[in-house]
T-cell receptor, first 111, second 113 residues
Framework: GQQVMQIPQYQHVQEGEDFTTYCNSS?????IQWYKQRPGGHPVFLIQ?????EVKKQKRLTFQFGEAKKNSSLHITATQTTDVGTYFC???????????FGRGTSLIVHP | DGGITQSPKYLFRKEGQNVTLSCEQN?????MYWYRQDPGQGLRLIYY???????QKGDIAEGYSVSREKKESFPLTVTSAQKNPTAFYLC????????????FGEGSRLTVL
C-alpha cells in the first residue's frame, strides 16, 4: 500500500533559524496536505497542494509539491517559539479519498 | 459554532473492559474517520465512514468497532481484544467524496491500567 515517509522525526533550532521538513511518497499523489499539531492539541489543517511543482506561501511558511508529485516540503523562515509543534504531511493517491499520514516532524524552538 | 466534539477527553479503564469514545459533528459532513496516535507513529487509520450506515476498516481495525447510524455521530468502541489500547484517539470529518481539509476533534486520551 501507499507509504508516506517524513523526515526528520525531530528538529531542534534556535529561534530565528530556518526549518524544513520533507515528505516522500512511494506512489504518485493526487494531492498532499500539511497539518500542524501543537503540544497537547489536535492536528489543524495548514494547506493543500494539488499541482505538479506547486509552491504556496503563508507568511513565513513555504510549501512545495515536487514535479513528479511524489514529494513535498514545508519550510519555515526565521522560526519563532509559536512555531513549536509537530508538522504532518498527508498524501492521497489514485482514486482514494483516504489520506496517508507521515509520522510527523516535531519542531522544538529554543529561545 | 460548527465543529467536532469528542468525549471524554481523558479515560481510564481496567484491562478487559470495553470502552466507547464519542464523536459528534455539526458540520454536515458525510465522511468521518477515526485515527490512533502513538508517540513517533503519526496518525494511523482505524475506521472510516463515507456515508451513514456504511463504514470500512482502516489499517489497524483489529480490536475496534464502530457504528454510523446518524450522520452526526461516529462512536468508536475499543474492545478487550485490542492488545495495546492506551493511546490518543482522534476523530475527523470532511465533506463526502472530497479530498479536502480534514477537521479534527480535540481527541480522547485512553489509558488502560
Amino acid at each position: 500500500g501507499q507509504q508516506v515517509m517524513q523526515i526528520p522525526q525531530y528538529q531542534h533550532v534556535q529561534e530565528g533559524e530556518d526549518f524544513t521538513t520533507y515528505c516522500n511518497s512511494s506512489t504518485t499523489l493526487s494531492n498532499i496536505q500539511w497539518y500542524k499539531q501543537r503540544p497537547g492539541g489536535h492536528p489543524v489543517f495548514l494547506i493543500q497542494l494539488v499541482k505538479s511543482g506547486e509552491v504556496k506561501k503563508q507568511k513565513r511558511l513555504t510549501f512545495q509539491f515536487g514535479e513528479a508529485k511524489k514529494n513535498s516540503s514545508l519550510h519555515i523562515t526565521a522560526t519563532q517559539t509559536t512555531d513549536v509543534g509537530t508538522y504532518f504531511c498527508a498524501g492521497t493517491s489514485g482514486g482514494s479519498y483516504i489520506p496517508t499520514f507521515g509520522r510527523g516532524t516535531s519542531l522544538i524552538v529554543h529561545p | 459554532d460548527g465543529g467536532i466534539t469528542q468525549s471524554p477527553k481523558y479515560l481510564f479503564r481496567k484491562e478487559g473492559q470495553n470502552v466507547t469514545l464519542s464523536c459528534e459533528q455539526n458540520l454536515n459532513h458525510d465522511a468521518m474517520y477515526w485515527y490512533r496516535q502513538d508517540p513517533g507513529q503519526g496518525l494511523r487509520l482505524i475506521y472510516y465512514s463515507q456515508i451513514v450506515n456504511d463504514f470500512q476498516k482502516g489499517d489497524i481495525a483489529e480490536g475496534y468497532s464502530v457504528s454510523r447510524e446518524k450522520k452526526e455521530s461516529f462512536p468508536l468502541t475499543v474492545t478487550s481484544a485490542q492488545k495495546n489500547p492506551t493511546a490518543f484517539y482522534l476523530c475527523a470529518s470532511r465533506t463526502g467524496g472530497s479530498t479536502g481539509e480534514l477537521f479534527f476533534g480535540e481527541g480522547s486520551r485512553l489509558t488502560v491500567l
